[in-house]
């Protein structure tokens, strides 16, 4: 197309030569206005090219298949049967108080203490405790004179240690005297087990208490 407007446009010129004789001014003019009106009309025109449309055409056989689920069953859940578990007996609170060597103890079923030294007891030897001073529970309490017939207070021996350190200070005014001596008493740990035989002598109750309470008022 460039290459034709040019060849367009060299055709339109007016060529001069020097023998030609020369053109006035307003002839000129007009053959300006003349090639710019021809310019003017010529227009570029381009080619369109058709779109290409592409569109899937479904097939027969396609809308003819249908997908068909297959039907799952749902599971049935089987539920197991309810064992009742018998509540464990809760353990009778009783208490006891011993007497071991010179000093007197409040014992309980799983509990320990530390009690002097027991000689020729070895860790895991079972003791037997048969100064029984007083059983007791939440309804009634066997009172020992001075101690309960056939009573029984079982322990296992945990272990043999010392007591905490004492320091043992002593001092004289005026005479520069001064002794600090670290003393440790040897222990015996033990658990208590069980505390039986006592069911059988007499006992007291709280209802006894307020009667004789009542009477003496």
């Not at 089987?78 to 108080?97: D, L, N, Q, S």
């Not at 020992?144 to 021996?157: D, F, L, Q, R, S």
């Not at 069980?194 to 009667?211: A, K, M």
């Amino acid at each position: 197309m460039a290459a034709a407007t040019l060849s367009l446009c060299s055709s339109l010129t007016p060529k001069f030569s020097h023998n030609q004789a020369s053109i006035p001014f307003s002839h000129s003019r007009t053959s300006i206005s003349l090639l710019s009106h021809s310019l003017s009309s010529l227009t570029l025109c381009s080619r369109k090219q058709p779109a290409l449309s592409f569109t899937a055409k479904s097939t027969d056989t396609e809308d003819a298949v249908s997908v068909i689920e297959p039907e799952t069953e749902s599971p049935v859940l089987e539920t197991e049967p309810v064992v009742e578990t018998p509540e464990p007996k809760k353990r009778e609170e009783v208490f006891a108080v011993v007497m071991v060597g010179s000093r007197q103890y409040i014992v309980f079923p799983g509990r320990f203490i530390y009690t002097q030294r027991l000689k020729g007891a070895n860790v895991n030897d079972k003791v037997t405790l048969n100064k029984v001073l007083l059983v007791g529970n939440k309804t009634s309490t066997w009172i020992g004179k001075p101690i309960v017939p056939n009573a029984v207070v079982e322990a296992v021996v945990e272990e043999q240690t010392l007591d905490k350190k004492v320091i043992v200070f002593k001092y004289k005014k005026k005479k520069n005297y001064r002794r600090n001596i670290g003393h440790r008493q040897p222990i015996t740990r033990i658990r208590i087990t069980s505390i039986t035989g006592y069911q059988d002598s007499p006992f007291v109750t709280l209802d006894d208490l307020e009667l004789e309470a009542a009477a003496t008022t």
